[in-house]
C-alpha cells in the first residue's frame, strides 16, 4: 500500500507562489515516475506536470512551461511543484499521482496512486 499525501506552502494570491509537496510511504519511491495533476473548480482533471524516477527529467504540458518547476528528492521521499507568478486560475485541487510502471513518465501512462489532493485558492 502506498500513501501519498500532499501539503503547500507559499503566498497565493495573484503574482504570487506556491511550492506543493507530496511525500510518499510504503513504496520504493525511487523508481518511479511522478506526476502532478489539478482540477479546477467545474473543470476536469488536468495533468501539469511530471518528474522522472530520479529527476534528471521533467516533463510539462504546454501551458504550464515557463512558471512550473517540478522537482523530487529521493532522500526524502517527496516531489515538489513550484509555481511562480500565480494566477487566479491556479485555482484548483492539486493532486500527487505515482507511475504504475517505469521511471520515466510517457503521455497515456498509468497511475496506481494519487493522494487525497490539497486545495489552492489564489486570492487577493
Known amino acids: 500500500e502506498v500513501k501519498l499525501v500532499e501539503s503547500w506552502v507559499g503566498l497565493v494570491q495573484p503574482g504570487g507562489w506556491l511550492r506543493l509537496s507530496c511525500v510518499a510511504s510504503g513504496s520504493t519511491f525511487d523508481d518511479y515516475a511522478m506526476s502532478w495533476a489539478r482540477q479546477a473548480p467545474g473543470k476536469g482533471l488536468e495533468w501539469v506536470s511530471a518528474v522522472s524516477w530520479n529527476g534528471g527529467t521533467t516533463y510539462y504540458a504546454e501551458s504550464m512551461k515557463g512558471r512550473f518547476t517540478i522537482s523530487r528528492d529521493n532522500a526524502k521521499n517527496t516531489v515538489y511543484l513550484r509555481i511562480n507568478s500565480l494566477q487566479s486560475e491556479g485555482t484548483a485541487v492539486y493532486y500527487c499521482?505515482?507511475?504504475?510502471?517505469?521511471?520515466?513518465?510517457?503521455?497515456?501512462?498509468?497511475?496506481?496512486?494519487w493522494g487525497r489532493g490539497t486545495q489552492v485558492t489564489v486570492s487577493s
Open positions: 499521482l505515482k507511475a504504475h510502471d517505469g521511471g520515466y513518465y510517457y503521455p497515456g501512462g498509468e497511475y496506481d496512486y
